[in-house]
């Protein structure tokens, strides 16, 4: 597990391209941040967490649980959720808001362009 890289995954890098694409500038990995936002969009008071599917237990097809040593598995998918859910109230206590993109959301260029979007239009109709 320690080749597994936690930033600048291809998922992350095609939100970023994206995101700039359509105007947006942002820092990466803030350290000062709960749980190191792979985005964050100060003008907005934004953070985005692009997650693999996989390893925060995504209900889809890619974050099924492994069936060999399924319990271990299990405990860590649990962790990862709490942990998520953590990082995110504490986030938002302090004012941040918080965009989850999946990686599944990416694997198309439809759906990769409406999640986009989404986050986009979101980040507009709110700009403080």
């Known amino acids: ?3 597994i890289k936690g930033s600048d995954t291809k998922p992350e890098l095609a939100v970023r391209r994206d995101l700039h694409k ?8 803030a350290r000062t ?3 190191k936002p792979d985005i964050v969009l100060p003008k907005y008071h934004a ?3 692009v997650h693999g599917c996989f390893w925060h237990a995504h209900r889809c097809q890619q974050g099924r ?10 405990e860590k998918f649990l962790n990862n ?3 998520d ?11 941040w808001r918080v965009f989850k993109i999946w990686e599944c959301h990416l694997s198309t260029p439809a759906l990769r362009e409406k999640s986009i979007a989404k986050v986009a239009r979101l980040l507009r ?4």
């Open 1 to 3: 597990m320690s080749l």
């Open 22 to 29: 359509l105007g947006f500038r942002f820092r990466l990995h």
């Open 33 to 35: 941040l709960p749980g």
């Open 47 to 49: 953070v985005i967490f």
């Open 65 to 74: 649980v492994p069936q060999t040593n399924s319990a271990f598995w299990k």
């Open 81 to 83: 959720r709490r942990r």
């Open 85 to 95: 859910v953590r990082v995110a109230r504490a986030l938002r206590k302090d004012g």
């Open 125 to 128: 109709a709110t700009q403080q």
